[in-house]
């Protein structure tokens, strides 16, 4: 993948599944609204057979997977086909497998010190979890002066409305968000609601 993972949309889909089976109409709908990158979280079983679904049949769709918190999980969703990782914090073993999978991540940051780290081992791509109790905009702010170097994708509270205010940061490349795939949705297997959601998401610009 040539471009960066904050790059590819102003708003990352953080989707849990519950059954494999609505991975692939899921993926569809949110590359159809314009949100090709799908962060499918390792909190169910269905995780792995949702991210080998779309890797097998969206082409347009680039799958990772979130919630990666151990080497394993590494190993496993990289051979599922993702094609990126986040994690929702880090340790020097977890960021050494990240590092050696060959594939773009974003480890989990939520303090100072923990970015300054990531920046001494060369990472400059972060997720900020989580992003509404952790410090919202302020936080991150105040972050861009000392630390211009590390870009950030928020994730944890954001939505629709906040969502803008995160994006026009000059440290922000991207947010990730839950709410356009809302459950109800899904349950329901309303992919036409999930589109227009996403084309909503899509929309937004800094």
């Given amino acids: 993948m040539t471009s960066s993972v904050l790059d590819l949309a102003p708003v990352v889909p953080v989707v849990v599944l519950e059954d494999a089976a609505d991975a692939v109409p899921l993926a569809r709908a949110l590359v159809a609204g314009g949100l090709p990158a799908i962060e499918v979280t390792l909190r169910t079983v269905a995780a792995l057979d949702a991210i080998k679904g779309i890797t097998a049949e ?20 990289v051979g599922a086909g993702a094609r990126f990782l986040v994690s929702p914090g880090w340790t020097d073993t977890l960021l050494d497998a990240m590092k ?41 702010k105040a972050l861009s002066s000392p630390l211009p170097q590390a870009r950030f994708c928020p994730t944890g509270g954001i939505s629709l409305a906040s969502a803008p205010s995160y994006l ?10 839950s ?17 227009r959601l996403a084309s909503e998401a899509a929309a937004l610009r800094g």
Wanted: proline share 7%; charged share 15%; net charge negative.
């Fill in 58 to 77: 969206v082409p347009d769709a680039v799958v990772g997977a979130g919630t990666v918190i151990s080497v394993q999980n590494v190993s496993d969703t």
């Fill in 100 to 140: 050696a999978s060959g594939v773009p991540f974003l480890p989990g940051v939520s303090t100072t010190s923990e970015v300054v780290a990531l920046l001494e081992r060369g990472v400059t791509e972060m997720k900020f979890f989580p992003a509404e109790a952790a410090g919202g905009t302020a936080y991150l």
């Fill in 168 to 177: 026009a940061l000059p440290n922000v490349g991207c947010v990730g968000g």
């Fill in 179 to 195: 709410w356009m795939v809302p459950a109800d949705a899904v349950a329901a297997k309303d992919w036409a609601r999930v589109e």
